[in-house]
């Protein structure tokens, strides 16, 4: 048999060779534009995912941690001037040379803008950011915060109408079922010395340590028609905090960071002889907890525009409220421990009137005694007492400042974030 060993002619072959580049330097191309989208794809992701952390991070964590060097390693570019009333409050946080995955190729910085101001009026929380004199609960979070807000009946601050306590009280009127009696809880209302104390504790529950706050009431009647022997009334201390059952993703309770407590004031009725001293408030944080405390007097419906109130579980309609008179004071006492600093474990606001240069402040001037667990002898004056605690004025620190817009800008490491325009920058909501 004879072979046929005839192979390509040359022009066989240039033939093939032209065809092939036809089809395989378009695909190469496309390999490589691919690639190339491929690899900005991959950095957009990187730079999404770096941003949607950072976001998480601000919405957790409280603005002070954020704030603190030792927990959280931003720079600081930009943070308001408190002694400024007229600054806008805005804050501005950086990092650099930021690295996310585990390949090493991309690096980036990353910044977020917080901005307490809204852009009109019909933006959400516009007015909750503007009102410089309440405070708003769903503002505080439940799960590392403690709060406790006085119920107040419908008659406002009215002898032995204003308390739940005299509910208590009428049932233990009569404890041996004695009937007509001459005195009514309502005297027991009248004349009345009441001391708020507040408990900041740790608990060992089970083996772990876990974080609890607790609230009594002592009331105690100068009104001389009550017995002597009903003159007083101590409330159990109510727990409003226990963060056993709070965990956090390696199943520990997540710590206590804020107590709130919100009371409703007692005005001494002028038209009643005799006087007494003005509310009492003891803090109690032995156990050096280091939260924060905010003591808030509630303001009260004016007693002639109480019908236009709702019931305690209703709305309220009107919102005429009562002036804090000139006289009243507040006698708060602060038992606590000292950190390494020189200062107290916890850190103290009020709308309460501090005397302070520049701040408004209602009533007279509270009274502050500070006692150190571990020095009980130790005096202090009312400047080291606020410098100690940390106190501050809610109208210094501007309660408006609670409820910000957020932005956080993921740049190339390097670039300019006033110039540059960032790879990725994302927009959302953070509530403190």
């Known amino acids: ?17 032209a065809v092939l580049a036809i089809i395989i330097v378009p695909m190469l191309r496309g390999f490589v534009t691919s690639h190339r989208v491929n690899a900005k794809s991959r ?38 001037d408190e002694t400024n009333v007229n600054d806008p409050g805005i804050y501005v946080f950086e990092r650099e040379g930021i690295i996310n995955d585990d390949s090493g190729m991309d690096m980036f910085d990353v910044r977020v803008t917080l901005n307490p101001e809204r852009v009109s009026a019909s933006d959400l929380y516009y007015d909750q950011n ?4 309440v405070m708003f609960m769903n503002t505080v979070s ?38 007509g009696a001459s005195w009514t809880a309502e005297m027991f209302g009248q004349e009345l010395e009441r001391t708020i104390t507040l408990k900041i504790e740790k608990e060992d529950q089970a083996g772990v340590e876990t974080n609890v706050v607790k609230i ?12 002597p022997e009903f003159q007083n009334y101590t409330t159990k201390d109510k727990i409003f905090f226990n963060n056993a059952q709070t965990l956090d993703d390696e199943g520990n309770p997540i710590p206590l960071k804020s107590v709130y407590l919100y009371y409703a004031p007692r005005y001494n009725d002028p038209s009643v ?12 944080n032995k156990d050096k907890l280091p939260v924060n405390v905010y003591i808030i007097r509630q303001n009260l419906v004016k007693a002639d525009k109480k019908d236009s109130y709702l019931d305690m579980d209703g709305l309220v309609i009107s919102t005429e409220l009562e002036p804090v008179p000139v006289d009243y004071q507040v006698n708060v006492e602060i038992n606590e421990g000292f950190g390494a600093d020189g200062k107290t474990y916890g850190r103290y606001f009020t709308n309460l009137n501090l005397d302070l240069p520049g701040v408004a402040g209602e009533g007279k001037p509270a009274n502050f005694t500070l006692t150190d667990c571990d020095n009980p002898g130790r005096i202090f004056s009312k400047t080291e007492i606020l410098d100690y605690t940390g106190m501050r004025s ?21 670039a300019d974030p006033l110039t540059s325009d960032p790879v990725v920058r994302l927009t959302g909501t953070k509530i403190e």
Not at 1 to 17: D, R, Y
Request: aromatic content about 8%.
């Open 1 to 17: 048999m004879k072979k046929n060993n005839k192979g390509f002619t040359l022009l066989e072959l240039l033939i093939a060779v």
């Open 43 to 80: 950095h957009l992701m990187r730079a999404t995912t770096l941003a949607q952390n950072e976001m998480e991070i601000f919405e957790k964590e409280k603005l002070e941690d954020l704030l603190d060097s030792a927990k959280f390693n931003y720079n600081i570019v930009t943070k308001p």
């Open 130 to 133: 503007k009102n410089t004199e």
């Open 142 to 179: 439940g799960v590392d915060s403690a709060t406790y807000i006085q119920r107040v009946r419908n008659a406002v601050n009215e002898n032995g109408d204003d308390e739940e306590v005299y509910k208590l009280y009428a049932v233990r009127q009569n404890p041996d079922g004695i009937t």
């Open 216 to 227: 009594r009431y002592d009331y105690t009647t100068h009104y001389g028609n009550v017995p």
């Open 273 to 284: 002889s005799g006087t007494v001293p003005d509310d009492r408030i003891i803090i109690e």
């Open 394 to 414: 809610l109208d210094a620190t501007e309660t408006r400042d609670r409820i910000y817009t957020m932005e956080t800008a993921v740049y190339e490491h390097g």
